[in-house]
C-alpha cells in the first residue's frame, strides 16, 4: 500500500514501500578488517522522567541489540557519543552500561571496547589535575570490566587546556598506567561544538602534529585511533603517518566504504555509528571484502552512504535521532523514545526520508513492520492516507 511522506516543503510524494528484505544472515567471522559498531541505547518508555532527569534504560533491549551485533560478527563500541554520553547519558548511567556490557559480551564471546571520558565533572570549570583524576576513575572502571578503553575527547579538557602541552600530559599520563593498548578518540566539533579546538589548536594542521606527538610518546600502549572529522583526505594523510602497529580506525560517517577499502598504501579499520543501522549489511560487505573483492564490497556499502549522509546532516550531534528511530522500524525495540527525551530533535520530513532509504536498501528484517510503525508515526503527526 501506498504511504505518503512529507518532504521538506510541506508537500506529500507517494512511496511504495519494499515487500523483501535483503537475506542477511550471521556468517563466518570478519577477517581483514576490525569492525565496532557504536551502539545505542534503549530508553525506558515507562519512566516518569523529564530531559533533564537521569537516564532511564531499557538493559533487557539495549543488551539484546548488542547481541544481535556480535550475532553478525561485530564489534561493539560501548558508551561512545551513539550512546547519547554527554546528550542525555550521564557517567553514572555510562558505568553501568559499560559494566552490563561487558559481562553480556563476555558470555556472548563479542569484542567490545569502551568510552573512557570526564562526563563526571559538572560543576563548572576543572583543573587539569581534575580532568587527569576524572579519566582515571573511568579508565578503571573499564578496565576492570575486562573492555578495551577508548580514550574520548574530553569537554572539560577542551575548557580548561591552555594548549598543546597540557594535552600532551594529561594523554601521556594516562596511556603509561593503561594496562592494555587503548584506542585514542579525535571527535570534531561537527559532532560535539564544545571540543572545537581539540589537541590545543583550532587549526587541524597543528592539532594533528599534537595528536601524532601523543602516539610516537607511547606506540607500544595506543592500539589504534578513530578519527571523526568528516575529512577523508585528511584520515588518509593521518594513517600514512601513523607508527607502524597503530591502527586507523574510520569514524568517517560520510566516506566510510572508500576508506575502509584502502588503497595501495594502507586502509582503515571501522568504529561508526552508522553501523548500528547498517550492521548485518556492513557485516556482510567486510565479509566479501574479505575474499579480497573490493568491488563487491563496494557495491554494496557505497548505496548505504546516502543514508548515511542523511542521518548525519548538520546538526551532526543529532544523528542519534535517526539511528534510534531505524531501529524501531526494525524491530529491534518496542517504542521511538530516546534518553534524554532526544526523539524531538529530528523533523517528521527528516525521519521519513531516512525510513525511505533505510527501506529501499532492505535494512528492514520485517519491511511490513516498518511500514505499519512508519503509518503509525504519520498519523501522529496528522498526516492522512
Known sequence: MTLHLPDAHGALRAYEPRTEPLALTPG???????????????????ADTTPDSP???????????????????????????TAQRGMGLDWAGAAELIRR????????????????????????????????AAYEEQLAVVEESGAQAILMASRALAATAQGPEDYLEVYGHLLRQAAEPVILHWLGPMFDPALEGYWGSSGLDAATDTFL????????????IKVSLLDARREVDLRRRLPKGVRCYTGDDFHYPELIAGDEQGFSHALLGIFDPLGPLAAEAV?????GDTDGFRALLDPTVELSRHLFQ?????????????????????H??????????????????????????????????????????????????
Do not use: N
Request: proline letters at 5%; glycine letters at 10%; a neutral charge.
Open 213 to 224: 606527538d601523543v602516539i610516537a610518546a607511547h606506540p607500544d600502549k595506543v592500539d589504534g
Open 314 to 334: 548538520a546538526p551532526t550531534r543529532f544523528y542519534k535521532t535517526g539511528v534510534v528511530f531505524l531501529a524501531w522500524l526494525a524491530g529491534h525495540q518496542s
Open 28 to 46: 563466518a567471522p570478519l577477517t581483514s578488517r576490525t569492525v565496532f559498531s557504536a551502539a545505542h541505547v534503549v530508553a525506558d518508555p515507562y
Open 101 to 132: 556490557s561487558a559481562a553480556e559480551a563476555k558470555a556472548a564471546g563479542g569484542r567490545i571496547a569502551c568510552g573512557v571520558g570526564t562526563d563526571q565533572l559538572t560543576g563548572g570549570p576543572a583543573t587539569v589535575a581534575e580532568v587527569r
Open 55 to 81: 537516564a532511564a534504560v531499557d538493559w533487557d533491549a539495549t543488551l539484546a541489540f548488542r547481541r544481535h551485533l556480535w550475532a553478525h560478527g561485530l564489534g561493539v563500541a560501548e558508551a561512545m557519543d
Open 287 to 291: 565479509r566479501v571484502l574479505d575474499t
Open 336 to 385: 521511538f523514545t530516546m534518553v534524554g527525551g532526544l526523539q524531538s530533535a529530528r523533523s517528521l520530513p527528516h525521519l521519513a526520508r531516512a525510513y525511505e532509504l533505510a527501506d529501499g536498501l532492505g535494512l528492514f528484517p520485517d519491511p511490513k513492520l516498518a511500514e505499519d510503525r512508519m503509518r503509525t508515526l504519520l498519523r501522529l503527526y496528522g498526516v492522512t492516507p
